[in-house]
């Protein structure tokens, strides 16, 4: 059974494998965190961190909080 967060993730994992077009799918939605934490990200200390961490304001930066571990199949 193949998954997916939502209909776009799956339209793009059937596009790039196709042989997954024929097999079970489901959409499992994932929720977000919104309402409970307040956005106090602003430009000056998105500013500042760059500044002390070094990293140019020119550079995407991607952020991954959790487990990472080899899978296959």
């Not at 967060?5 to 042989?19: F, L, M, P």
Request: one cysteine or more; a neutral charge.
């Amino acid at each position: 059974m193949q998954q997916s967060k939502n209909q776009v993730s799956r339209e793009w994992a059937i596009s790039t494998w196709t042989k997954l077009s024929d097999r079970p799918h489901t959409i499992i939605p994932h929720g977000h965190y919104r309402e409970f934490y307040p956005n106090s990200i602003n430009s000056i200390s998105c500013e500042r961190t760059r500044a002390n961490l070094d990293i140019p304001s020119e550079c995407h930066l991607l952020l991954f909080l959790g487990y990472i571990d080899y899978y296959y199949s």
